[in-house]
């Protein structure tokens, strides 16, 4: 076939690898829930922030940059019981949206087991970047004494990544720190910083 008439067939062969990159934008999601709102004027209210390493995802390379406030009531007693406003973009502005608070506990064999609240149905999350706010509390007391108060705050917001309705192996930890560290809300401990890919040389 002479190449004139060859060229239309190769533009149709080319043209769906040129619009389909999966890589080129990370979806602005929304999440079908999230965790409990904060009630206007409540007290035991905190504030965090956190941004993250350069992560290479199924979307390329980000880097998410994390606001968040929570209330946590005397009464709290377990991850779920705290209320969350959280604000996540990654460097184009492109929002991260927050499913909800991770809750861990142990089975009966002693394995871990974790569960997002509140409950929301995996099959309506379309595929994206998401976070999880792991709430980390220690309570005063061993926790079972009816007056037990959180005494330490330490959350961490877990980036996730799903695809085709499944939470795929990509988990990441971001550190929060607080806008006012104290001993309720102490500054995480942060990992060392990674050495530079460069050669290593001895200088005096």
């Given amino acids: 076939m002479p190449l004139p008439r060859l060229m239309p067939v190769l533009a149709l062969l080319l043209l769906p690898a040129a619009g389909c990159d999966p890589y080129s934008t990370l979806p602005a999601n929304r999440a079908p829930s999230g965790p409990a709102p904060i009630p206007a004027g409540a007290d035991c ?8 390493r350069p992560l290479m995802t199924y979307w390329g390379e980000q880097q998410l940059s994390i606001s968040c406030r929570g209330r946590f009531p005397r009464a709290w007693r377990r991850a779920g019981d ?3 406003e959280v604000r996540a973009t990654n460097a184009r502005g492109t929002p991260i949206p927050c499913l909800g608070v991770l809750r861990r506990w142990k089975d009966s064999r002693g394995r871990e087991q974790t569960a997002v609240l509140p409950p929301f149905d995996l099959d309506r999350v ?3 970047l998401y976070l999880l706010m792991d709430t980390k509390v220690a309570l005063s007391g061993d926790g079972a004494d009816p007056a ?9 917001a877990v980036l996730i990544e799903i695809r085709s309705h499944y939470v795929t192996s990509f988990q990441v930890d971001i550190p ?7 001993a309720l809300t102490p500054a995480p401990e942060l990992p060392p910083e990674e050495p530079p890919s460069g050669t290593q040389v001895p200088v005096k």
């Fill in 45 to 52: 209210v905190y504030a965090w922030s956190g941004r993250s």
């Fill in 82 to 84: 705290e209320a969350w």
């Fill in 126 to 128: 379309r595929d994206g």
């Fill in 148 to 156: 037990a108060v959180p005494r330490e705050i330490r959350p961490t």
């Fill in 176 to 182: 929060l720190v607080p806008e006012t560290p104290c």
